[in-house]
């Protein structure tokens, strides 16, 4: 039996790259910034959106992901937002969204009128840093909570974003934890991030975080 | 666990790249994955010898995985280091401006298969 090698040299993930590809430029063509936001389970990724919306309200439109449940997309939904849900599965779903799964949901809504789009992409700080679902902005929020070692033990959510949102810092008096090693943290993994201090709950930082969408940060 | 996701992937990419090249059946497919991608290999196996299964040329390949380290270059004095641990600073001149030379890979290096 004589064996042959092919060589191949091809991203492993160049599909999901094109169609992320495709809708990046299909969102900027339309004036759409489009931001992708990763983080833990619990980080605050929706009372974020929620307090976005008061701004923003019909102007924004958002791409709901979860393993399960429509939770987070009632809501949205009673926020004023237009909001689609993504749901991958109840048992063994997928624990990150694709680009195809993106494509697919905008062939079902409208984007008329809409200035910003937002995934809220599922709560896991593994794998949806690994595919690129077309985004201008990734964002991944990282709350107080959650200690300050994080960035050092997931690094490419971190690497793979242009914004980290220190979130819930209005609890920070009752944690044992120093907002200064978090973002100590943070930069060692990615010296080039912009990082903001957010407390969605009493409004401070939220001004920030509202230059940078209006701005259209982007990398 | 994003290796499900992955090995799916793959298994498509090669199995287009298998139907080009005129061979019977797969044999081998070599991956080379940076270790910036949080893959553990043995799952990415696991997910691969599953979903072979399934899949008409590939019933016998077996995955092999090229693991590369994390190197940074600084862009001030140009000192490379490999990362032990997770600091992206230049560790000579403390500089942030720094740039990833490996550890980032995630791509087919190649198939082996038989031509009878």
Not at chain 1, 141 to 153: A, F, Q, R, Y
């Amino acid at each position: 039996m004589k064996l042959k090698e092919i060589k191949v040299m091809q991203n492993i993930l160049n599909v999901n790259d094109q169609i992320a590809e495709t809708i990046r430029t299909d969102m900027k063509s339309k004036g759409i910034f489009y931001i992708n936001l990763m983080s833990s389970p619990g980080s605050g990724k929706t009372k974020l959106l929620e307090m976005t919306a008061e701004r923003l309200g019909k102007n924004m439109f958002v791409i709901e992901g979860d393993i399960q449940t429509t939770l987070d997309a009632e809501r949205l939904a009673k926020a004023g937002v237009g909001v689609y849900q993504i749901n991958t599965g109840p048992f063994g779903g997928d624990c990150h969204l694709e680009a195809s799964w993106i494509l697919s949901a905008l062939k079902e809504v409208s984007l008329d009128n809409i200035s910003y789009l937002f995934v809220e992409n599922i709560g896991n700080l593994v794998c949806p840093a690994e595919f690129d679902v077309g985004s201008h902005l990734n964002a991944v929020v990282l709350s107080v909570t959650e200690g300050e070692d994080k960035p050092l033990k997931y690094p490419l959510a971190f690497r793979n974003s242009q914004l980290c949102v220190i979130s819930k810092t209005d609890l920070l008096p009752y944690l044992d934890v120093n907002i200064d090693r978090i973002k100590t943290n943070i930069l060692k993994v990615n010296p080039q991030i912009k990082v903001i201090n957010l407390s969605a709950e009493t409004g401070v930082g939220m001004q920030e975080w509202f230059e940078i969408l209006i701005n259209k940060f982007e990398v | 666990m994003h290796e499900g996701a992955i090995a799916q992937s793959l298994l498509n990419l090669a199995n287009l790249n298998f139907h080009r090249s005129g061979l019977k059946k797969i044999t081998r497919v070599k991956v080379v994955i940076g270790k910036l991608h949080n893959v553990i290999d043995e799952v990415l196996v696991m997910h691969f010898d599953l979903l072979k299964r399934d899949m008409n040329g590939f019933r016998e390949a077996i995955l092999e995985i090229e693991k590369k380290e994390v190197v940074i270059k600084c862009m001030q004095c140009g000192v490379e280091k490999t990362l032990n641990e997770v600091d992206f600073t230049c560790s000579s001149c403390e500089s942030t401006s720094t740039e990833v030379t490996s550890g980032n890979e995630l791509h087919i290096e190649c198939i082996e298969g038989t031509e009878d």
